[in-house]
């Protein structure tokens, strides 16, 4: 099993910056990929970005260049660097991890098995 909690979130102007955190525990040793998504007024949970074990990334088109996502695995810890944040990225966000492997790294959010609690993000 994996715990994930997440923090960060908050208020922010447009154009400005937030660093969300994901604090990991348990079995993290045999995770393959670490995610971020986001939820809105909508349904669906929307891929954000994710890395591999091997440090490769992945970013959805919404975000590319303005996001940046970062572990720390001494500290167990998820980053997702957030700048030129715009009112569009208001949403609950979430870190997700998976112990399956892809040839890519995977932004679907039906791949993930462990998540977060979340933490809010509003945009001004």
């Known amino acids: 099993q994996v715990q994930l909690v997440e923090s960060g979130g908050g208020s922010v102007q447009g154009g400005g910056s937030l660093r969300l955190s994901c604090q990991a525990s348990?079995?993290?040793?045999?995770?393959?990929?670490w995610g971020w998504f986001r939820q809105g007024t909508g349904p669906e949970r929307e891929g954000v970005a994710c890395?591999?074990?091997?440090?490769?990334?992945m970013y959805s088109d919404s975000v590319k260049g303005r996001f940046t996502i970062s572990k720390d695995n001494a500290m167990n810890t998820l980053y997702l660097q957030m700048d030129s944040l715009k009112p569009e990225d208001s949403a609950m966000y979430y870190c997700?991890?998976?112990?399956?492997?892809?040839?890519?790294?995977?932004?679907?959010?039906?791949?993930?098995?462990?998540w977060g609690q979340g933490t809010q993000v509003t945009v001004s």
């Open positions: 348990g079995d993290t040793a045999s995770i393959k990929y």
């Open positions: 890395i591999g074990r091997d440090g490769i990334t």
């Open positions: 997700a991890a998976t112990r399956t492997w892809y040839w890519t790294p995977p932004l679907q959010a039906a791949v993930y098995s462990y």
